[in-house]
């Protein structure tokens, strides 16, 4: 039997081409489903980057927002110390300064102060009283005076420029002294800057 043209054709449109036409078609949708697929993929994790970038910044700005109220109230902090240590220990110096040095107030005071510590420290101790080197003319003869009597007989008296008001005393060899000088000045700070933040500050102290 002749095969003719047509029947050629129609054996490789049949066994070849339509085949393959399939296959393709197969091939062109499975690509579609793919390409649709990684398209919603890509668009989840570029929401995903999106959400987690907003949920980032936000982190940041809080954490931006909490620095900056820290820092604030630090600077605050920082202002009110330092005014407080410009305003309340030189005034208590200054004033100490000049109560102590009155005249016949520093004897006075030491003559108090020594009365009592000496009773405190015993008949045996031997007590160190030191002295403004800058009031040594002022304070030897009362010094020299008081020796002759029973409370300063057991006294040794120096004279140092390593003060410049009140006294220091203390026993003998212990290397603890009371400090009746700058002591006070700390002292009275410490009792005083509480009122002061309450009268300076006292929208920060409720």
């Not at 015993?122 to 030897?140: N, S, Y």
């Not at 007989?153 to 400090?179: A, E, P, Y």
């Not at 002591?183 to 002061?196: H, M, N, Q, T, Y």
Request: charged share 30%; glycine share 6%; with cysteine.
């Amino acid at each position: 039997m002749t095969r003719t043209l047509g029947d050629i054709t129609k054996e490789l449109k049949d066994g070849i081409i339509e085949p393959a036409k399939g296959q393709a078609e197969k091939i062109l949708a499975d690509a579609k489903t793919e390409a649709e697929g990684i398209k919603a993929q890509a668009r989840r994790q570029a929401e995903e980057t999106v959400s987690q970038a907003k949920a980032s910044a936000g982190l940041i700005k809080k954490q931006m927002e909490a620095d900056l109220d820290t820092g604030a109230r630090n600077f605050l902090l920082k202002v009110q110390e330092e005014l407080e240590a410009s305003v309340v220990s030189p005034v208590l110096s200054e004033e100490l300064r000049a109560a102590v040095s009155a005249p016949g107030f520093l004897p006075k005071m030491i003559e108090q102060v020594l009365a009592a510590y000496a009773k405190a420290a015993g008949e045996e101790a031997r007590i160190e009283l030191l002295l403004p080197e800058k009031q040594k003319k002022e304070l030897e003869a009362w010094c020299l005076k008081k020796c002759s009597q029973k409370m300063l007989g057991r006294v040794d008296v120096h004279f140092t420029d390593q003060i410049s008001f009140g006294f220091k005393l203390g026993l003998q060899g212990s290397g603890n002294q009371f400090n009746f000088s700058d002591g006070l000045v700390e002292a009275l700070s410490d009792f005083c800057s509480p009122r002061f933040r309450k009268h300076f500050f006292a929208s920060k102290e409720k």
